[in-house]
């Protein structure tokens, strides 16, 4: 038996019908759940992070974050519609290069969804306690950040993810519902930036256009820095194929809601943050060598004390608009971030229960994170534990790097996912596939080109983070998921699927010998 151990597509659908969802969500829902997944603190926030690392040039860094998401939302089609049962690309990356790389994406995937969540958990806090403040009630400084920020416990961050989490163990279709709701909010709030921001550009604010050039691997600024930071305001897309064994017709559904959600949210990013340089300038904070300083940095704390730069905001767009005297307008733009980023908390913990769900009905994680609510019908006991461990990582951490962390987990995720759309070509060339991904021998190998160079333009600090939560997924599965896995020799979902020839078959790469 090989360790490159492969569960066939037949054999995964046939799981699925086990332990199945309920099938309640439409195209609509579905661009509605993507697009609640992306516009969120992506565009809201970490617009001031790009202005630093490219200056106005940080438009082409959006292009190019929208390039390579575009690149592997085609391949995701495929497989989404090949494979409509929960669980992304790890269970793609199952059906095509085996065990242990699905695994590893699965576990990478935690990186995307878990710290993402628990990250915007935080970004959401920091505008409702600035709305209270503003309000004339604030709660204890203590109890406003995590101790890592200098308070004690984020309560706001806390409360918002065990709210979030209430709302995903009484109903998919309930929190889709919620989801709408917010994402009208959002959508509300940057068509009003648009409006204001976009007539009031000026010719001069995008002068000089690429101060700090196009950046090199490792190094974090420049244009390709700033791509690396701003794919996080286009993550999210994906999480929509997490939703697949929920969906009627997934079939036609997902690819729906896949590139229609990911269409939007590009046209959006391109028009605010051309608004955002145009009439509120973005040009880097730079050091006393002259070169541009890192966020995150006390070197651009210090340096920031006290400016009204765009990229030393907490709050970048309500900033531009209150530099344009629309004060109110800001206010109410971040009333809107406020009331909408939940959404985006929803489906970041919407997609990490899903991945969890499908782990453990594969056995690689115990059984009972997969038991499914009698009443709901929702995952409800890993919807909770995952809840909580969000909303903890939220109360106790801050912001910092946590969206370049994400993006690590993500463009690998996104690069397996490429990579088997290739390897099905040609290893299964008579499946059906309902969506076939245009020009796939050139659009699937940009995907793998782009993510790559994304996750090289990473800091240093991030990419080793991401190397030393690979090397602990790797001795968890060694020690447990390998043994206990439903494709185990000796295992009764083994012999199962061998009285009913489906043994599992050696993946194109034969591992050592198990």
Same mark, same amino acid.
């Given at each position: 038996?090989?360790?490159?151990?492969? %569960?066939?597509?037949?054999?995964?659908?046939?799981?699925?019908?086990?332990?199945?969802?309920?099938?309640?969500?439409?195209?609509?829902?579905?661009?509605?759940?993507?697009?609640?997944?992306?516009?969120?603190?992506?565009?809201?926030?970490?617009?001031?992070?790009?202005?630093?690392?490219?200056?106005?040039?940080?438009?082409?860094?959006?292009?190019?974050?929208?390039?390579?998401?575009?690149?592997?939302?085609?391949?995701?089609?495929?497989?989404?519609?090949?494979?409509?049962?929960?669980?992304?690309?790890?269970?793609?990356?199952?059906?095509?290069?085996?065990?242990?790389?699905?695994?590893?994406?699965?576990?990478?995937?935690?990186?995307?969804?878990?710290?993402?969540?628990?990250?915007?958990?935080?970004?959401?806090?920091?505008?409702?306690?600035?709305?209270?403040?503003?309000?004339?009630?604030?709660?204890?400084?203590?109890?406003?950040?995590?101790?890592?920020?200098?308070?004690?416990?984020?309560?706001?961050?806390?409360?918002?993810?065990?709210?979030?989490?209430?709302?995903?163990?009484?109903?998919?279709? %309930?929190?889709?519902?919620?989801?709408?709701?917010?994402?009208?909010?959002?959508?509300?709030?940057?068509?009003?930036?648009?409006?204001?921001?976009?007539?009031?550009?000026?010719?001069?604010?995008?002068?000089?256009?690429?101060?700090?050039?196009?950046?090199?691997?490792?190094?974090?600024?420049?244009?390709?820095?700033?791509?690396?930071?701003?794919?996080?305001?286009?993550?999210?897309?994906?999480?929509?194929?997490?939703?697949?064994?929920?969906?009627?017709?997934?079939?036609?559904?997902?690819?729906?809601?896949?590139?229609?959600?990911?269409?939007?949210?590009?046209?959006?990013?391109?028009?605010?943050?051309?608004?955002?340089?145009?009439?509120?300038?973005?040009?880097?904070?730079?050091?006393?060598?002259?070169?541009?300083?890192?966020?995150?940095?006390?070197?651009?704390?210090?340096?920031? %004390?006290?400016?009204?730069?765009?990229?030393?905001?907490?709050?970048?767009?309500?900033?531009?608009?209150?530099?344009?005297?629309?004060?109110?307008?800001?206010?109410?733009?971040?009333?809107?971030?406020?009331?909408?980023?939940?959404?985006?908390?929803?489906?970041?913990?919407?997609?990490?229960?899903?991945?969890?769900?499908?782990?453990?009905?594969?056995?690689?994680?115990?059984?009972?994170?997969?038991?499914?609510?009698?009443?709901?019908?929702?995952?409800?006991?890993?919807?909770?534990?995952?809840?909580?461990?969000?909303?903890?990582?939220?109360?106790?951490?801050?912001?910092?790097?946590?969206?370049?962390?994400?993006?690590?987990?993500?463009?690998?995720?996104?690069?397996?996912?490429?990579?088997?759309?290739?390897?099905?070509?040609?290893?299964?060339?008579?499946?059906?596939?309902?969506?076939?991904?245009?020009?796939?021998?050139?659009?699937?190998?940009?995907?793998?080109?782009?993510?790559?160079?994304?996750?090289?333009?990473?800091?240093?600090?991030?990419?080793?983070?991401?190397?030393?939560?690979?090397?602990?997924?790797?001795?968890?599965?060694?020690?447990?998921?390998?043994?206990?896995?439903?494709?185990?020799?000796?295992?009764?979902?083994?012999?199962?699927?061998?009285?009913?020839?489906?043994?599992?078959?050696?993946?194109?790469?034969?591992?050592?010998?198990?």
């Amino acid at each position: 038996m090989s360790s490159w151990r492969v %569960k066939p597509l037949d054999q995964i659908l046939a799981t699925a019908e086990k332990k199945s969802l309920k099938r309640q969500l439409g195209a609509f829902q579905l661009t509605m759940l993507g697009i609640g997944a992306i516009i969120g603190t992506g565009i809201f926030v970490l617009t001031a992070e790009a202005g630093q690392k490219a200056g106005p040039a940080m438009m082409v860094a959006f292009v190019i974050a929208a390039v390579v998401c575009g690149l592997a939302a085609l391949a995701y089609s495929e497989l989404a519609a090949m494979v409509p049962v929960s669980g992304s690309a790890y269970t793609y990356t199952y059906a095509v290069l085996g065990e242990a790389l699905a695994w590893s994406v699965g576990w990478a995937l935690v990186l995307e969804y878990a710290i993402a969540a628990g990250a915007v958990a935080v970004g959401w806090s920091g505008y409702m306690n600035g709305l209270l403040m503003s309000a004339g009630y604030p709660i204890p400084e203590a109890l406003r950040t995590g101790p890592y920020a200098g308070g004690t416990f984020n309560l706001l961050a806390f409360l918002i993810s065990l709210v979030v989490t209430f709302l995903l163990v009484i109903g998919t279709s %309930k929190s889709a519902k919620v989801n709408a709701v917010l994402v009208t909010i959002k959508v509300v709030a940057l068509t009003a930036f648009i409006i204001i921001a976009v007539p009031a550009a000026q010719d001069a604010n995008f002068k000089p256009f690429f101060p700090t050039g196009w950046g090199s691997p490792l190094g974090g600024i420049g244009v390709l820095g700033a791509a690396a930071s701003i794919f996080f305001a286009y993550v999210g897309f994906d999480a929509v194929s997490t939703a697949a064994e929920e969906t009627k017709n997934p079939n036609r559904n997902i690819p729906i809601g896949l590139i229609a959600s990911l269409g939007v949210c590009t046209v959006f990013y391109m028009l605010v943050s051309y608004g955002a340089v145009g009439a509120g300038g973005a040009q880097p904070m730079m050091g006393a060598n002259g070169l541009a300083l890192h966020p995150g940095t006390p070197e651009l704390a210090a340096a920031c %004390k006290g400016s009204t730069e765009l990229v030393c905001s907490n709050e970048p767009l309500a900033h531009v608009l209150r530099m344009l005297g629309f004060a109110k307008w800001g206010n109410a733009i971040g009333i809107a971030a406020a009331l909408a980023l939940p959404s985006v908390i929803l489906m970041m913990i919407f997609g990490q229960t899903r991945i969890f769900f499908t782990m453990s009905r594969d056995g690689l994680l115990p059984q009972i994170l997969s038991k499914v609510h009698p009443r709901f019908h929702t995952p409800h006991v890993v919807t909770i534990i995952t809840g909580l461990f969000v909303s903890l990582f939220a109360a106790l951490f801050p912001v910092g790097i946590l969206a370049d962390i994400s993006n690590s987990g993500t463009l690998f995720a996104f690069m397996m996912v490429s990579i088997g759309v290739l390897v099905l070509r040609k290893t299964q060339p008579d499946r059906p596939r309902p969506f076939r991904t245009p020009l796939v021998w050139v659009v699937c190998p940009l995907a793998v080109f782009g993510c790559i160079l994304l996750f090289l333009n990473l800091s240093t600090y991030t990419i080793s983070l991401f190397l030393g939560w690979a090397v602990i997924g790797a001795l968890v599965y060694a020690f447990y998921g390998y043994r206990r896995s439903e494709l185990a020799p000796g295992s009764v979902a083994y012999k199962a699927a061998a009285d009913a020839k489906l043994e599992p078959e050696p993946s194109f790469h034969e591992g050592p010998q198990a």
